[in-house]
């Protein structure tokens, strides 16, 4: 049994990872793609946008297969083609041909989020402890892994498809290999009083839909504003307006990586709201610095903050419907690309109309309506250690052998 679950939470963390890796491939060469092939700066936002609209098309359709389809065959055959697609857009030569890569991409995407996230959840209430922080610590990894890895690229001056086909060759047949050993939970047992355990009622989920939205708003202005905040309004140099992306990468591989520790000895609720408190700071800070150091200091606090917001968005769905939590974490996950495709644009909409200092606000009083949510994530099970432990379940669920 112990051997199960630790190999099914080894596979498990090596595709979070893996996906950190790809997204980071595919969105820091970009610029690459654009080039390659020779998309205009009116038509690129078109691309861009299509990939989150796919996923979450392909996240929706996710809630229905599960029906009938076990989220491990689910994971392990939609990573594979998440990557093939990566190494398609970076291999095309026709536009037409990285709509298609991109499209599937998208899709697949959608699929991969959901399916990741769907056995985390059931693993996490298999071993009857925090462990959600820890696979998206892994993804942070990847991604850490995948942005350093296309900038070798870019410094060498590489093709797309000579920097991706390495990466795809190894992930790839690693991720099947490892998707032996992942671990299907069965859905928790519904108490009577637990009227709306079995079924997904949108209005109880509608909470945590916002807040993985405003985490997601929160992180796609770092992503995508970053580096022309630090350049533009702080005067930084452009090597030093690369640093804040990565500095925010690191600090959210640190606090998921210690993260669930704190919602074992204190909840799942306060630690999500001591990282809404300290990701606000952080927008603060970025609002205000004088200089480009201040500044970087506030992005490395919103990378402490934001980090535990969506791993514990998850966790906290799966609770509230533990008898439909594969359905809860696929309609969730839609919200995921929600807050990606309103982020970038709102932020810059109102730099341009305003000013970006003002802008950075914006994100701040966000995620400070988190806090109104907090409720939402508490979970007495979830407070392990101090006197709070449960005793870990003797059933692991269904491997995916056999399926």
């Not at 950190?20 to 700066?41: C, E, H, K, N």
């Not at 078109?46 to 809630?63: D, N």
């Not at 991969?112 to 769907?118: F, G, T």
């Not at 007495?380 to 692991?396: F, K, L, M, N, S």
Request: net charge positive.
């Amino acid at each position: 049994m112990t051997d199960v679950l630790r190999r099914g939470r080894a596979s498990l963390a090596f595709s979070f990872f893996a996906q950190g890796a790809a997204f980071a491939l595919l969105v820091t060469r970009i610029p690459a793609i654009q080039d390659r092939y020779g998309i205009s700066d009116a038509l690129l936002p078109v691309f861009l946008a299509a990939v989150p609209i796919l996923a979450g098309v392909g996240s929706v359709t996710t809630e229905q297969l599960v029906k009938r389809i076990r989220p491990s065959r689910l994971l392990r055959w939609s990573q594979p083609v998440v990557l093939l697609a990566l190494l398609g857009a970076g291999a095309g030569g026709q536009v037409s041909e990285l709509a298609v890569a991109l499209g599937v991409f998208g899709l697949a995407v959608g699929v991969l989020d959901a399916s990741m996230n769907m056995l985390g959840v059931s693993l996490q209430r298999t071993y009857g402890r925090s462990i959600m922080l820890s696979f998206h610590a892994a993804y942070s990894l990847g991604g850490i892994v995948g942005a350093s890895l296309a900038w070798v690229g870019a410094h060498w001056h590489l093709a797309l498809w000579v920097s991706y086909l390495p990466v795809v060759a190894v992930l790839l047949p690693a991720a099947l290999v490892g998707s032996r050993w992942y671990v299907d939970g069965d859905p928790a047992p519904v108490a009577e009083e637990q009227g709306a355990g079995g079924t997904v009622v949108f209005g109880l989920l509608l909470p945590l839909c916002l807040v993985m939205t405003f985490a997601y708003i929160g992180d796609s202005t770092v992503s995508n504003w970053s580096a022309k905040y630090l350049k533009d309004v702080l005067g930084s140099s452009e090597q030093l307006a690369t640093v804040p992306y990565n500095v925010y990468m690191v600090t959210t591989l640190v606090g998921r990586a210690i993260g669930d520790f704190g919602v074992r000895r204190f909840g799942a609720a306060a630690v999500v709201r001591v990282g809404a408190l300290v990701a606000a700071c952080g927008f603060a800070v970025v609002s205000v610095a004088p200089d480009a150091w201040v500044g970087m200091l506030g992005f490395t606090l919103l990378g402490l903050g934001l980090c535990v917001l969506v791993p514990q968005t998850f966790a906290a769905a799966g609770r509230l419907f533990p008898g439909a939590s594969d359905a809860a974490i696929a309609r969730l996950n839609i919200f995921n690309y929600v807050g990606f495709l309103v982020g970038s644009p709102l932020v810059g909409a109102l730099g341009d109309a305003w000013s970006y200092r003002g802008a950075m606000l914006v994100p701040m009083v966000l995620v400070l309506v988190t806090l109104v949510y907090a409720r939402s994530f508490a979970a007495q099970q979830d407070r392990y250690g101090g006197g709070h432990e449960r005793p870990r379940t003797a059933d692991v669920g269904r491997g995916s052998n056999g399926l």
